[in-house]
């Protein structure tokens, strides 16, 4: 499986900076990694599980619900998808106490924290964390992808005659969001005519044609 890398920046109006998640791991010890549906939040952290030895992804749902553990050598710990075990919890603001709870518990890891970002609740989060882990958790949020990382994109994706395919729909804003690059590439290889000029015409676009060729999609 193949990934480009994408952008991060630190929560922080006096940082422009830009970062890739190897740089900020090597710097802070908690991070939190927050952005928007579709941003790539979990194929970042695949990509720095297959990567690196010793890194391991794991599903928050699963590390709280299944009980499971991290694999013994691990030293960078990436827990995904806060917003999904939150979205099922009873007690959604006593949640991140839990997690910095569990945290506190592990020995020795770096460990990476991804969220939605209307699903982080800014600095009420940040002091349950640290009131547990007591220590102070970085915050960086996944960039939209700038033009040179669309263009990784469609050569990632087979697109031919790439910069037509750009140039068709960059002005109505879906290429900056990898999962929406992603569903415009399936419906533009099957019907490259096809107009698509709202997230709802992408989204029921893309429903429609897989249903077309999977029923029980």
């Known amino acids: ?48 599980e297959i990567e690196h030895l010793n890194t391991q992804v794991l599903e928050i749902k699963k590390f709280f619900k299944l009980d499971i553990q991290a694999k013994d050598g691990t030293k960078v710990l990436l827990l995904d998808g806060l917003d999904e075990y939150r979205s099922v919890s009873n007690d959604k603001v006593f949640v991140v106490t839990e997690l910095g709870n569990r945290i506190n518990k592990l020995e020795g890891m770096n460990i990476i924290i991804s969220c939605r970002e209307m699903d982080w609740y800014g600095e009420t989060d940040s002091k349950a964390l640290k009131d547990e882990i007591n220590k102070e958790a970085v915050i960086f949020r996944i960039c939209p992808l700038d033009d ?16 037509k395919f750009i140039e068709k729909f960059s002005k ?5 969001n990898p999962q ?28 429609k044609i897989a249903r077309e060729h999977n029923p029980s999609y």
Do not use: W
Not at 148 to 156: D, F, R, V, W
Not at 172 to 176: A, E, K, Q
């Open 180 to 207: 929406m690059f992603k569903m415009l590439v399936d419906i533009y290889k099957k019907y490259p005519e096809e107009i698509i000029k709202s997230k709802i015409d992408l989204y029921f676009t893309f429903v």
């Open 1 to 48: 499986m193949k990934f480009i890398d994408l952008t991060l920046k630190k929560h922080d109006q006096h940082d422009v900076k830009s970062y890739i998640l190897e740089e900020v791991i090597q710097e802070y010890k908690i991070i939190v990694l927050l952005g928007a549906p579709g941003s790539g939040k979990t194929s970042i952290l695949r990509k720095c």
């Open 172 to 176: 109505h804003g879906f290429l900056d």
């Open 148 to 163: 040179t990382q669309k263009n990784q994109m469609a050569e990632l994706l087979d697109i031919n005659e790439p910069q």
